[in-house]
């Protein structure tokens, strides 16, 4: 087989190899759980629970890190002038308007780390290759997301037992790489696949009764179609759903007819906005606060690729999910939990030349950023400081890059901060030796229990 | 073991599809398919990717047939009742009977009639307003009703492939993107202008350049950077960053501005003004100086074909390996197919994918084939909910940025919200249309006057062969049975008592709900094949 057809064959990226081709070794290559050193007081002692909000499309790195804008105005560097009346930075350089002060909020609560520089090392920019690879947390070859991966080694430790429920929850749109699991044979036992979950006025677990009367027997069916679904051949995912249907729905039940500790509310005068980000944070931490087995849940937003109209966009979205996140703190401390962290990420930051059609276009560079999780994080406020990049700037780009004193690493390093989290000794074995966000700083960001 | 089919039948398969003589006149019992009419000759194609013929099909078991028959009109989101089958396949040319069909127009003046968006154009007032979704269901209800109403045809064929070309990567109208999203009208418009250029036979490379330069394209892919990049990635598998910069450049006076959020109006901007780049960049092997230049070196080029019979072979074969994948676009590029239906015509018909193909089905693919089956009385108020269904199984039409995912979702939720809506909306829906004339749903009473009411065994696999494909297993067979002949009706008599109408109509009744617990009811499965 030619270099070409290899490429094909793999990814079908064929100018892709060039840039990197460590990422287009064959696919599913078995994940070296052999090689995985996992402390088990670590794990009991952090007893961590995570919210992942993935950022697809990726979001403008300006939200969280403003301190280059300056320049850019001052050189005219942008091919649009930056309209300054919509850009206010709060005192650590949050944008205002996108929800920057509720981030400012939180990390003045030292509750919040910013990461100003998470960038990636080669310039491949297309959303699904970077999902993949990012949310996958390894570019070596193992389709298995971070979170499978996770789910793996917690199995393989015997660090949650089969009577655990609703360990891995996802509130997503799609599939999601987050959860793919192909890379460990055979695939995750059916405690720890992920299960989906949403927050309407109805149950969607629940059944309307039969269409006849007569028929009063619905166990019959039920037994009956479970030993159908078991057989080979059959789509396994849509087997266990039905499998777990009847839990799920006294479950949802339970979750829903809680009620918030005083004075949270997840909606503006009781309608959640428009993004429904309050809905999936309440839903996120309704799980969470009631059941401790939960370990990880995992959650899109809607895209954040504004190639045109950015400024709008970013504004509005930014400032009810920074609400909705700082909502979700606010609810954790009231109840004591310092075990609960949300972590955000997403394909890419978007570069800070306003286009000709008023959007960002895809970058480099990206804020990661980490909410509560007092219990195991050390939190600093923000760390890491940005130039613009010089290279870029010829082609309507305007890219920032780490200065070269500034700490910073490549999105891969997220899945080995989740994974020295929760009791990994040697993440690094599992994201192609990507040490965790942190590794090496002056200051510990990561609390080891 | 499948068995190599010589190239000289399948050539002369296709040479048959295209010119309506596949398989003589359509059958006197395809009531629903009749009335319609050849067409002339189209361009042949040569074939030596091994394809279904009737002689092969013939050659499979009874029940195979039945299964591959479903399997192919489920994937068109049609089906038909056991009868139609049985009586297709013991005349033995359900083969070519099925190509003829798709190869031949058909007038059907009243779809025109049954459910068409005349709400008219949005102004800057009704955009602000919660008008756009609903305009937006509008249109999609539009295009299903077409879809679901519109007979097998040579225009059906066109419908069909324009709206699964909808759903992907390559032509989505992406409604999610905030630019399209004030502009539901651009997903008729992409629609209708990939319907009528598949129907009148334009060649792929034409359709796709036609398409990166409309207006559609660019609410989607909206600024010089975002479109070249895009347009590299989706047509070529082109990831080279160093690229874009360049294609932006000869793009540098196009874009779609929609700037002020709420204006009812766009600006499309289209190669036309005093921005026009001057200076020639080597980029895809040529020298380009304008957009249009990039987009015919983007057709033009050597991996286009690859990149798009690739991408089309993705959506059918998800659960196939990559190599595996490959393979079949390599088999497929073997026989130069140059239009989209020769392509599709390529995929459907195989044996590849009607033997081994084991994908999800999208749910278009499962409720229109299961209301065609039972003959569910399907009014304009049924599209409603099928919209909504789309939404909540994540499988929403028309509406990603990048397309729907090739594999179905099917996580708990997506496949919870699935199966509630094939359950509810379809399988137990009692059609009361004679209290309530608005009402759809099933007529129960009618459909189970189909099956072979002669014993019980007999009666309860006619159900399971006609909704399911396959007969009852004998534990199946052993618990339903002693369940019915053990539960009595509110009657006082038993429902497995065949000799009460209520009786039957009561065992389908429960029959299809057992069905919509079934994994199988959501899937395609694999066969043994010759």
């Known amino acids: 087989m030619d270099r070409r057809e290899f490429i094909k064959s793999t990814f079908g990226f064929a100018t892709a190899a060039a840039l990197c081709p460590s990422i287009l070794r064959a696919g599913s290559s078995p994940l070296p759980l052999n090689d995985v050193e996992f402390d088990q007081n670590t794990f009991i002692g952090n007893s961590p629970q995570t919210i992942i909000i993935y950022l697809m499309g990726g979001m403008g790195e300006i939200v969280g890190n403003m301190t280059n804008l300056d320049e850019i105005v001052t050189n005219g560097l942008s091919q649009i002038e930056y309209p300054m009346q919509y850009f206010t930075s709060t005192k650590d350089g949050f944008w205002k308007e996108a929800g920057g002060d509720f981030i400012q909020s939180m990390v003045d609560d030292g509750n919040a780390t910013i990461f100003r520089t998470c960038e990636q090392k080669d310039l491949l920019k297309a959303h699904k290759l970077n999902q993949i690879r990012f949310m996958h947390g390894n570019d070596m070859g193992y389709e298995s997301g971070m979170v499978s991966t996770l789910m793996h080694v917690l199995n393989r430790f015997n660090a949650v037992s089969e009577d655990e429920v609703m360990v891995n929850f996802s509130m997503v749109d799609s599939n999601f790489e987050l959860l793919t699991d192909n890379a460990v044979s055979p ?110 849940i995992s959650l899109t937003t809607e895209s954040w690729d504004d190639h045109s109209n950015a400024i709008d966009q970013h504004m509005n979205r930014g400032y009810y999910l920074f609400r909705a996140i700082h909502t979700a703190m606010e609810h954790a401390k009231r109840i004591g939990k310092e075990n609960i962290n949300i972590i955000l990420f997403g394909d890419f930051g978007r570069n800070l030349n306003i286009n000709s059609a008023y959007g960002w276009d895809h970058g480099n560079n990206q804020n990661v950023m980490f909410f509560g999780g007092k219990k195991y994080f050390n939190h600093l406020g923000t760390v890491g400081e940005t130039v613009l990049d010089e290279r870029m700037l010829k082609v309507n780009r305007i890219y920032t890059t780490p200065s070269s004193s500034s700490y910073a690493f490549e999105p891969y390093a997220v899945a080995s901060t989740l994974y020295k989290l929760y009791g990994v000794k040697n993440p690094e074995v599992l994201t192609g030796g990507r040490k965790e966000i942190g590794s090496g700083l002056q200051n510990a960001f990561l609390k080891i229990v | 073991m499948m068995r190599i089919f010589p190239l000289i039948g399948s050539l002369l398969l296709v040479l048959g599809i295209f010119t309506g003589c596949g398989g003589g006149a359509v059958s006197s019992t395809a009531t629903q398919d009749s009335g319609a009419d050849p067409i002339l000759p189209s361009v042949p194609v040569k074939s030596s990717f091994e394809m279904i013929d009737d002689e092969s099909f013939n050659a499979l078991s009874e029940e195979d047939r039945i299964y591959v028959a479903k399997k192919l009109y489920s994937t068109l989101f049609k089906g038909r009742s056991l009868d139609f089958f049985k009586s297709q396949i013991d005349d033995e040319k359900f083969v070519s009977d099925f190509t003829s069909r798709l190869s031949m127009q058909t007038s059907q003046p009243e779809i025109d009639k049954i459910l068409v968006d005349n709400s008219g154009d949005l102004d800057d007032e009704r955009r602000r307003g919660d008008e756009i979704p609903s305009k937006k269901g509008k249109i999609v209800r539009e295009i299903l009703s077409r879809l679901y109403f519109t007979r097998l045809s040579s225009d059906y064929f066109s419908d069909y492939i324009a709206y699964v070309l909808n759903q992907t990567i390559m032509f989505s109208p992406a409604w999610e993107v905030e630019s399209v999203y004030r502009f539901p009208e651009l997903i008729m418009s992409n629609f209708n202008r990939l319907r009528d250029r598949i129907e009148a036979g334009v060649p792929i490379r034409h359709i796709v350049k036609e398409h990166m330069m409309s207006v559609e394209n660019w609410a989607r892919f909206r600024s010089p950077e975002d479109n070249g990049r895009e347009m590299l990635e989706i047509w070529l598998y082109n990831f080279n960053d160093s690229d874009v910069p360049l294609a932006a450049k000869v793009l540098k006076n196009w874009r779609f501005l929609n700037h002020d959020g709420f204006s009812h109006s766009y600006s499309f901007i289209n190669g036309i003004g005093d921005e026009e780049n001057n200076e020639t960049v080597a980029l895809l092997g040529k020298e380009l100086r304008t957009g249009e230049d990039f987009y015919d070196a983007v057709v033009n080029h050597e991996d286009f074909m690859y990149t798009v019979v690739n991408r089309v072979v993705e959506y059918f074969f998800p659960t196939f390996g990559d190599t595996e994948k490959k393979e079949i676009t390599r088999q497929i590029l073997k026989n130069e197919p140059t239009t989209f239906k020769e392509l599709f015509f390529n995929i459907i018909l195989s044996k590849k994918y009607l033997y081994e193909s084991d994908r999800v089905k999208s749910l278009e693919e499962t409720a229109f084939s299961l209301m065609h089956t039972i003959e569910f009385n399907a009014k304009v108020k049924s599209f409603i909910p099928i919209d909504g269904a789309l939404t909540k199984t994540n499988q929403r039409t028309m509406t990603y940025k990048l397309g729907r995912e090739n594999s179905i979702p099917v996580d708990t939720l997506s496949s919870s919200e699935y199966h509630r809506f094939i359950r509810e909306y379809i399988l137990i829906n009692r059609d009361e249309s004679d209290v309530y004339p608005d009402d759809d749903g099933i007529d129960f009473k009618s459909l189970s006057e189909r099956y072979d009411v002669s014993t019980l065994d007999k009666f309860v696999n006619d159900i399971f062969l006609d909704i399911l494909g396959r007969k009852a297993t004998e534990n199946e067979l052993e618990r339903l049975i002693s369940y019915f002949n053990k539960t009595e009706r509110n009657s006082g008599r038993l429902l497995g008592d065949l000799s009460q109408p209520y009786s039957r109509y009561e065992i389908v009744m429960v029959l299809l709900d057992y069905f919509s617990r079934l994994t199988e009811l959501y899937q395609y499965r694999k066969i043994e094949g010759e």
């Open chain 1, 187 to 296: 695939a995750l036992p059916g405690f720890l696949k992920p299960v989906s979950f949403g927050l309407d006025s109805y149950n969607p677990f629940a059944r309307k009764a039969s269409a006849t009367s007569s028929f009063q027997d619905d166990d019959l069916l039920d037994e009956l179609s479970f030993e159908v679904n078991s057989q080979p051949g059959r789509e396994p995912k849509i087997g266990n759903m039905f499998n777990l249907r009847k839990s799920l729905k006294e479950y949802v039940y339970k979750i829903k007819s809680t009620p918030l500790p005083d004075g949270i509310d997840y909606t503006i005068d009781g309608i959640y906005d428009r993004y429904n980000f309050g809905k999936k944070l309440e839903a996120a931490m309704r799980i969470l606060t009631q059941n401790p087995q939960t370990r990880v």
